[in-house]
């Protein structure tokens, strides 16, 4: 059997993308998981829509959806989903929700898409292969200096109740900061747009596929004590351009 390519992972983002349209902005049965956090009926129908495309074309693959679980784990390939990234955005009308995809050889990230539904965008890269944005290539800026650097915090309000000092220090960094949220500034630092994030919280089908992204565009990304991003990650993400801005940044969430 053939090994997935990065034109397999795009249509599948375009399959994931065309269901959530279906569902964006009409009337969503809502429910919360044990979290409190919200599950839409689209959440469930995209990937409900990818894993059908994934078990047709890599039978042998394993699967591991945010809504349903593993299906065949310990297998040496997985596909890993998140198939709304950011249900609150989208049950709010509001635009800048993504689908997650990640391909994992051994647990190790080789393919990541942030495909953006509303707006038409798809991001996706692979180790060795560069990365792209609607097929054309992108790469990270080559900012070194976090004093003049484009900063983005994800979850701020999660930082500032769990590690107020952490979320002092971060609102005095860089030239340009803004609060933010789910998987769209991961794919802004990719493709140059922003130098640098601090994300928290997340799970592995939150960050894997955003690893393999800005990789693959030539970023870094880590938990917080510098460590490379697997299933068994914290979810405490720093991802930067540069090594240079990488490593201003870990200083700062060091606690």
């Known amino acids: 059997m053939k090994a997935p390519t990065i034109s397999d992972a795009i249509s599948i983002a375009e399959t994931a993308g065309a269901e959530a349209l279906r569902h964006f902005r009409g009337k969503l049965g809502i ?9 839409t009926q689209a959440d469930k129908a995209v990937e409900t829509a990818v894993r059908r495309v994934i078990s047709e074309k890599f039978p ?18 997985m596909w890993i989903v998140d198939p709304i990234d950011g249900t609150r955005s989208f049950l709010s009308g509001h635009p800048l929700f993504g689908f997650l995809l990640g391909h994992l050889v051994d647990g190790v990230p080789d393919m990541g898409v942030v495909g953006m539904p509303a707006t038409g965008e798809i991001f996706a890269g692979a180790k060795g292969q560069g990365a792209t944005l609607n097929g054309k290539p992108i790469r990270v ?35 340009t900061r803004r609060m933010s949220y789910d998987c ?21 089908y ?32 720093v991802a930067a351009a540069t090594p240079e801005l990488h490593a201003e940044l870990l200083k700062l969430v060091s606690e």
């Open 31 to 39: 429910e919360f998981k044990a979290d409190e956090s919200p599950v």
């Open 60 to 77: 042998n693959h394993g699967i591991f959806g945010e809504e349903f679980g593993v299906e065949g784990e310990g297998r040496s390939k």
């Open 141 to 175: 800026s080559e900012q070194t200096d976090l004093n003049k650097a484009i900063l983005y915090i994800n979850e701020g309000e999660r930082i500032y109740k769990a590690l107020p000092d952490v979320f002092d220090r971060l609102m005095n960094a860089g030239q």
């Open 184 to 204: 769209y500034p991961h794919a802004l630092l990719a493709a140059g747009y922003i130098d640098a994030l601090v994300d928290f919280g997340l799970e592995p």
């Open 206 to 237: 939150d960050h894997l596929p955003v690893t393999a992204l800005i990789e693959a565009a030539g970023g870094i990304i880590t938990d917080w004590q510098g460590d490379s991003m697997t299933m068994n990650s914290e979810g405490r993400v």
